[in-house]
T-cell receptor
Framework: GNSVTQMEGPVTLSEEAFLTINCTYT??????LFWYVQYPGEGLQLLLK?????DKGSNKGFEATYRKETTSFHLEKGSVQVSDSAVYFC???????????FGGGTRVLVKP | GAGVSQSPRYKVAKRGQDVALRCDPI?????LFWYQQALGQGPEFLTY????????KSGLPSDRFFAERPEGSVSTLKIQRTQQEDSAVYLC??????????????FGQGTRLTVV
């Protein structure tokens, strides 16, 4: 079956530091890949997505590239802000289905 | 703006009680999903509706869990004879089209269920 593995947190960074959150997946076929973010007190929000190999998703300074050869979709941001403090979830949706399979989430705390 | 609305936000139930959780999706959204999120974990799929039809209920953990969407809009997730292991946040999501990997799902804030 489908599965998503992401690095455990919490990840604590200083403002303007570089952020990487690793995500690898197992899936049949050619899934679409997503990063969702959950800010304190809010619901899950789509951050970015990629639907085929070598696609790069980007939003709000975050980027992730769909790497089929390594089955990975690592999230990166070059210079984090305090407002980026949140829980980040990597997820996939299989070609045939509608449901999302999520990783366990990574809590990121950015200190001023 | 009108996002996905869930009620109640918090629910405390005594073990053995029945509970009903409500989801109001974004108006006009065809697809509706329920997920269960245990503390410190990622959401796990429970069930999926396309309009009023329940097309996938493979994630429901037991026959104590039941979901419905009778008119293709509001959905209710019912849990009978609640157990402590049912304690979790229950998330509802909706999307505008019938599935498809490019369709963005919009999530509600969830209902936090605590069974004591």
């Amino acid at each position: 079956g489908n599965s998503v593995t992401q690095m455990e947190g919490p990840v604590t960074l200083s403002e303007e530091a570089f952020l990487t959150i690793n995500c690898t997946y197992t899936a049949t076929g050619y899934p679409s890949l997503f990063w969702y973010v959950q800010y304190p007190g809010e619901g899950l929000q789509l951050l970015l997505k990629a639907t085929k190999a070598d696609d790069k998703g980007s939003n709000k300074g975050f980027e992730a590239t769909y790497r089929k050869e390594t089955t990975s979709f690592h999230l990166e941001k070059g210079s984090v802000q305090v407002s980026d403090s949140a829980v980040y979830f990597c997820a996939l949706s299989s070609t045939a289905g509608n449901k999302l399979t999520f990783g366990g989430g990574t809590r990121v705390l950015v200190k001023p | 703006g009108a996002g996905v609305s869930q009620s109640p936000r918090y629910k405390v139930a005594k073990r053995g009680q029945d509970v009903a959780l409500r989801c109001d999706p974004i108006s006009g959204h065809v697809s509706l999903f329920w997920y269960q999120q245990a503390l410190g974990q990622g959401p796990e799929f429970l069930t999926y509706f396309q309009n009023e039809a329940q097309l996938d209920k493979s994630g429901l953990p037991s026959d104590r869990f039941f979901a419905e969407r009778p008119e293709g809009s509001v959905s209710t997730l019912k849990i009978q004879r609640t157990q402590q292991e049912d304690s979790a946040v229950y998330l509802c999501a909706s999307s505008v089209r019938q599935g498809g990997t490019n369709t963005e799902a919009f999530f509600g804030q969830g209902t936090r269920l605590t069974v004591v």
